[in-house]
């Protein structure tokens, strides 16, 4: 991966709150992990910027490098590395996400 590319990304995540790497748009999904963890978020009704991979193979590619995370989505909330769509989910059922988000809300 360029050093360019880890640049872009590390800035789109240090400069964010919520940053959601993802197939697609929030408004239109291009796959289903994807799709879910939309919807996980916007129950939370907080803002979150969205990068859709599938635009650019380097950043696709360059995003599983930062993480070390093989799959897609990748949220990072607060320039941390939360998961992809089965963590999200489970945070989501347990309460440990709505915790995690809670302080963003008030800062909002």
Known sequence: MSDSMTQQIDEAVKNNDVVLFMKG????????????VVAILSEYNLPFVSVNVLLNEAVRQGIKDYSDWPTIPQLYVKSEFIGGCDIVSEMHESGELKELLAPLKKEA
């Open 25 to 36: 748009t929030p408004e239109f999904p291009q796959c289903g992990f994807s799709q879910r």
